[in-house]
């Protein structure tokens, strides 16, 4: 059973850049396929998609947010990261790590980690 | 971007009572391979989302038949037949079809 966990800080200052990682468990990154999705859910609202890396290393990111973010992965570890800099109080939210298929379904999600921006 | 619209945005139903949602999309979620990749998720309290349905009205694996999608172009559904206390959540629909991918605004079933 595919298993996906998020980790990284909880609580980022304004302006500072946000980093979280996404442990995956039960398979492997690199089997083809597959993109490795992060998803966010602010407080009480919706979901928005932030972007995605496939096992080939390439990469697609929203254009909302593209400025900002980098998603990379790490096969050593079998893990995939986000980054989004120059965070502000609208990026608060709960992220999501997630895994989608060949045919585009979001097969598997992690639990979330809240990440809060405050000074 | 593809602008997903759920109605209603909030339905009471009765125990062993149908629901149904309606999703629109701003444009055509026909890819150009032929497919719909139109997905269906639900967010139970507290818990992150959860397949349902995948490419239009294909249930996911140990998702109850209780739950079937129907739809095409720019118009979708989801149905419960008999709603159960354990389908009380969020459900939104989903495009993969065009980048960027994106949500409807969930439309929040609950108990009468």
């Known amino acids: 059973q595919l298993q996906l966990q998020e980790s990284g800080s909880g609580l980022v200052k304004p302006s500072q850049t946000l980093s979280l990682t996404c442990a995956v468990s039960?398979?492997?990154?690199?089997?083809?396929?597959?993109?490795w999705s992060w998803i966010r859910q602010p407080p009480g609202k919706g979901l928005e998609w932030i972007g995605y890396?496939?096992?080939?290393?390439?990469?697609y990111y929203n254009p909302s947010l593209k400025s900002r973010v980098t998603i990379s992965v790490d096969r050593s570890k079998n893990q995939f990261s986000l980054k989004l800099s120059s965070v502000t109080a609208a990026d608060t939210a709960v992220y999501y790590c997630?895994?989608?298929?060949?045919?585009?379904?979001?097969?598997?999600w992690g639990q979330g980690t809240l990440v809060t921006v405050s000074s | 971007d593809i602008v997903m619209t759920q109605t209603p945005l909030s339905s009471p139903v009765t125990l062993g009572q149908p629901a149904s949602i309606s999703c629109r999309s701003s444009q055509s979620l026909v890819h150009s391979d032929g497919n719909t990749y139109l997905s269906w998720l639900q967010q139970r309290p507290g818990q992150p989302p959860r397949l349902l349905i995948y490419?239009?009205?294909n249930r996911f694996s140990g998702v109850p038949d209780r739950f079937s999608g129907s739809g095409a172009g720019t118009d979708f559904t989801l149905k419960i037949s008999r709603v159960e206390a354990e389908d009380v959540g969020v459900y939104y629909c989903m495009q993969a079809t065009q980048n960027p991918w994106t949500f409807g605004q969930g439309t929040k079933v609950e108990i009468k």
């Open positions: 997630a895994r989608s298929r060949g045919d585009y379904a979001i097969d598997y």
């Open positions: 890396i496939y096992h080939s290393g390439s990469t």
């Open positions: 490419k239009i009205s």
């Open positions: 039960g398979g492997s990154i690199s089997s083809g396929g597959y993109s």
